[in-house]
């Protein structure tokens, strides 16, 4: 899901060029009617010709930020979905092991480690679970959504089936 992205937007998809393997992918971009000219649009077509499937999708309107999650989450059919917003980068390991840890464990989801980017620096999860280096961002987002065990949206893949279960997401979602 895009609105506006601008340039941060064409970061997240330059980052998918990274990506060797990436013939069982599809990547579906839903455009929520973004009016900044949508620089990332070229980024979008430096990925198809370097042989990416790509879907790109509109709602019948603007929608505010919860729905279009789930609107845009409801367009693919494939049988894992990986949530990638605007900001995110993704290391092509997780396309590699992710898919197969699950099937190896029968898991409905499954998360990774993330980085959290700021201008200044780059704040990484300590190795335990127990000690964390925080920004006063991240400080923030752990405590206020301590209820949060897995992490951000989009250090998450879902199995599809998983993932209709949980749609549509409630608008008060934090």
């Known amino acids: 899901p895009v609105y ?12 998918l060029l990274a990506i060797g393997d990436h013939d ?5 971009v839903s455009d929520n009617h973004s009016n900044d000219g949508s620089p990332w649009r070229s ?5 198809q010709s370097k042989g990416w499937r790509t879907k790109e999708v509109r709602p019948p309107d603007t929608l505010g930020r919860i729905a279009h999650w789930t609107w845009a989450l409801q ?9 990638l917003f ?3 980068t993704v290391l092509p390991a997780f396309f590699q092991d992710m898919p197969g840890l699950m099937d190896a464990h029968n898991a409905a989801l499954g998360a990774c480690q993330t980085a959290m980017l700021f201008p200044d620096k780059e704040v990484h ?4 679970d127990r000690v964390r280096v925080y920004s006063n ?9 301590h209820a949060n065990i897995v992490g951000p949206l989009s250090a998450v893949i879902f199995r599809r089936s998983a993932l209709t279960k949980a749609l549509p997401f409630e608008e008060d979602w934090p």
């Not at 506006?4 to 980052?15: V, Y």
């Not at 367009?75 to 949530?83: A, F, N, T």
């Not at 999860?125 to 335990?128: D, L, T, V, Y």
């Open 4 to 15: 506006n992205g601008g340039e941060t937007f064409a970061e997240t998809l330059r980052s």
């Open 24 to 28: 069982h992918l599809t990547l579906i």
């Open 43 to 47: 980024e979008l077509q430096a990925l």
């Open 75 to 83: 367009q693919g059919h494939s049988p894992l979905v990986k949530p």
């Open 86 to 88: 605007v900001g995110d």
């Open 125 to 128: 999860p300590a190795e335990s």
């Open 137 to 145: 961002r991240k400080f923030v987002d752990d405590n206020l959504r």
